[in-house]
């Protein structure tokens, strides 16, 4: 933890220095001076204007709800306000919006401890900026100047507390709310050079790092989808904010200048998704947080809004069809669909069932393979993660692979939960003997968790497995700021490379897949005289290669080859 701070601590010090001798690129968009900005468009540019948003929820039968919505409380509570003004042009709405803030954004920056603060607040810069936005012409001048004080207290706090590690979803959550900050504050009358600062901030983090590290990973992310949606979902509103608020689409940025992420995002929900609407488990997560019914409608509709995907538009209306009424745009946050969905689209949306049966995602990356056998409800289909590690999120599991024919025939076992816990703490849920993956014995191995930082002496656990990524003896995470010092760490210190997907074959018979996962073991090395060994420990291995052949619709073979370094050391299927 110490180590984890100091790498925060060096980082805010930079960026405070740094603030006044902005780039010149960075800030280049030119924010519009009219109001409602956020999320709204003035007919000129990006997003649906006012009057759409009307239309929608007050006279479409496609956005039914959507006006009993208002006087609700949703998902962003203190929205539902603001959105009854601008489409009935209620001002009661934007005094229960502002009311509502004196909860929502009542906490102290920082506390009880940066991380739980970002996590916690992850919609509260949301629902300030919109507020603050869509409520102008009926707020008091006391009314503002509380909602640009809360805006400005956390917008402060988090330029000085960038989170350590662009992997992490705290990343994306901070410098989204630090982008809509300077989106809703530019023009005011005490605020604007602040917001400048934010704006010029924002841009240079998301377009010098956030974007490239996440074009690296490129049409995966490696979090769980505990995490999924929090990070993706900061990028979805970064972007579909500063769109409409500014004369700069960053979803054409990112098609040209970041790896088509957004389209990229939409494969990954569709790929990503197994046929009983449950996602694939990787990474942190937990079962409440596999089902499509949580928040991916929202989120398929900002990128589809962003992109004009005819398989996104596809992928949310199967979403609809396949998720209880509770879940869907209803109730409460049954406005959203008449903000973020554009039902006039749907005749022209492509299935799914359009798309390869197979796809290699993430190349040189996450390395995943999804094979499937169609599209259907009771099609198999095999998922096989051969990449690499990134981050703090994610599990020691290259090599894994899961299963679905009707239920998960095999597949991943160490669910999140809590950080308490006994499967938390021990062994199990930090290593990969919990996903589905090789073990290999050597005596004495030493393997880090959260009890052997407590008392190395008697609570090693050698369980055989992968090298645990999550931490080290020491207890430090190694972080990565940027993706230069995530590359750099890949080859040297704690060797993030763990595999590479070596073949991917698909024909109109079988599909096969090829993972070289040496490294992700305590390994001799090619390329490293060295060889990969971490926490003290020695190489166990010469190689680790896995082969999978599917034959559709149901048989799938997988063979293992192992060289270990003493033909004494046991091998088996953890």
């Known amino acids: 933890?110490?180590?984890?701070?100091?790498?925060?601590?060096?980082?805010?010090?930079?960026?405070?220095?740094?603030?006044?001798?902005?780039?010149?690129?960075?800030?280049?968009?030119?924010?519009?001076?009219?109001?409602?900005?956020?999320?709204l468009s003035n007919g000129t540019g990006f997003g649906p204007t006012p009057a759409t948003f009307k239309q929608r929820c007050t006279s479409d039968p496609a956005y039914k709800g959507c006006a009993?919505?208002?006087?609700?409380?949703?998902?962003?509570?203190?929205?539902?306000?603001?959105?009854?003004?601008?489409?009935?042009?209620?001002?009661?709405?934007?005094?229960?919006?502002?009311?509502?803030?004196?909860?929502?954004?009542?906490?102290?920056?920082?506390?009880?401890?940066?991380?739980?603060?970002?996590?916690?607040?992850?919609?509260?810069?949301?629902?300030?900026?919109?507020?603050?936005?869509?409520?102008?012409?009926?707020?008091s001048d006391a009314q503002k100047a509380w909602i640009e004080g809360r805006i400005t207290a956390f917008g402060d706090w988090y330029l000085m507390n960038s989170p350590p590690d662009v992997f992490h979803d705290d990343m994306p959550n901070v410098w989204n709310a630090v982008a809509l900050a300077g989106l809703t504050l530019k023009g005011t009358a005490t605020n604007d050079a602040k917001a400048s600062m934010y704006l010029s901030a924002a841009d240079m983090q998301w377009k010098s790092v956030i974007l490239p590290a996440m074009a690296y990973v490129?049409?995966?992310?490696?979090?769980?989808?505990?995490?999924?949606?929090?990070?993706?979902?900061?990028?979805?509103?970064?972007?579909?904010?500063?769109?409409?608020?500014t004369d700069e689409n960053v979803f054409d940025y990112a098609r040209q200048n970041a790896s088509d992420l957004f389209n990229g995002y939409i494969l990954f929900h569709a790929y990503a998704l197994r046929p009983d609407y449950k996602y694939f488990y990787f990474g942190d997560t937990s079962d409440n947080k596999q089902s499509v019914q949580l928040f991916s409608r929202w989120l398929v509709d900002m990128l589809t809004e962003g992109t004009g995907s005819a398989l996104g538009q596809a992928l949310s209306d199967e979403i609809h069809q396949n998720t209880p009424a509770a879940y869907?745009?209803?109730?409460?946050?049954?406005?959203?669909?008449?903000?973020?969905?554009?039902?006039?689209?749907?005749?022209?949306?492509?299935?799914?069932?359009?798309?390869?049966?197979?796809?290699?995602?993430?190349?040189?990356?996450?390395?995943?393979?999804?094979?499937?056998?169609?599209?259907?409800?009771?099609?198999?289909?095999?998922?096989?993660?051969?990449?690499?590690?990134?981050?703090?999120?994610?599990?020691?599991?290259?090599?894994?692979?899961?299963?679905?024919?009707?239920?998960?025939?095999?597949?991943?076992?160490?669910?999140?939960?809590?950080?308490?816990?006994?499967?938390?703490?021990?062994?199990?849920?930090?290593?990969?003997?919990?996903?589905?993956?090789?073990?290999?014995?050597?005596?004495?191995?030493?393997?880090?968790?959260?009890?052997?930082?407590?008392?190395?002496?008697?609570?090693?656990?050698?369980?055989?497995?992968?090298?645990?990524l999550r931490r080290d003896k020491s207890g430090n995470g190694y972080p990565s700021p940027d993706l230069s010092t995530y590359v750099k760490n890949k080859s040297s210190g704690i060797y993030y490379e763990t595999g590479n997907l070596t073949t991917f074959e698909q024909t109109p018979c079988h599909m096969y897949v090829a993972c070289d996962v040496t490294q992700a073991y305590n390994s001799t090395t090619a390329w490293s005289a060295a060889g990969i060994a971490t926490n003290g420990n020695h190489a166990k291995v010469n190689e680790v290669m896995l082969q999978f052949l599917f034959c559709p619709p149901a048989d799938v073979v997988g063979f293992s080859r192992v060289e270990a370094t003493e033909p004494t050391y046991g091998k088996r299927m953890s």
């Open 1 to 39: 933890m110490a180590g984890i701070l100091e790498v925060m601590r060096s980082i805010a010090g930079a960026l405070a220095l740094g603030l006044a001798m902005v780039p010149s690129v960075a800030h280049a968009a030119n924010v519009r001076t009219d109001r409602p900005r956020i999320l």
């Open 218 to 245: 490129g049409d995966w992310w490696h979090e769980g989808f505990t995490y999924v949606q929090p990070s993706l979902g900061s990028l979805a509103w970064y972007a579909t904010a500063w769109s409409t608020a």
């Open 68 to 139: 009993g919505s208002l006087t609700a409380m949703g998902s962003w509570p203190a929205i539902n306000g603001a959105a009854d003004y601008v489409v009935n042009g209620d001002a009661n709405g934007c005094t229960t919006a502002y009311n509502t803030l004196q909860t929502v954004a009542k906490d102290t920056p920082g506390q009880p401890d940066p991380h739980s603060f970002i996590s916690d607040n992850g919609r509260t810069m949301a629902q300030l900026a919109v507020v603050r936005d869509w409520c102008d012409p009926v707020l």
């Open 328 to 468: 869907d745009y209803a109730g409460a946050d049954a406005y959203l669909a008449a903000l973020l969905y554009d039902s006039t689209k749907d005749a022209s949306a492509t299935p799914r069932s359009t798309l390869p049966t197979a796809r290699w995602m993430s190349k040189g990356a996450n390395d995943i393979a999804i094979l499937r056998s169609g599209w259907g409800a009771n099609d198999t289909v095999v998922m096989i993660t051969c990449g690499d590690y990134l981050g703090p999120h994610q599990h020691d599991e290259t090599g894994s692979f899961q299963i679905y024919a009707g239920g998960e025939i095999t597949g991943s076992t160490g669910y999140y939960d809590n950080f308490d816990s006994v499967h938390w703490d021990n062994y199990y849920s930090q290593h990969s003997v919990h996903a589905n993956t090789l073990a290999i014995d050597q005596p004495g191995e030493v393997f880090p968790n959260s009890l052997y930082l407590m008392n190395p002496s008697s609570n090693n656990v050698n369980d055989g497995g992968q090298r645990p």
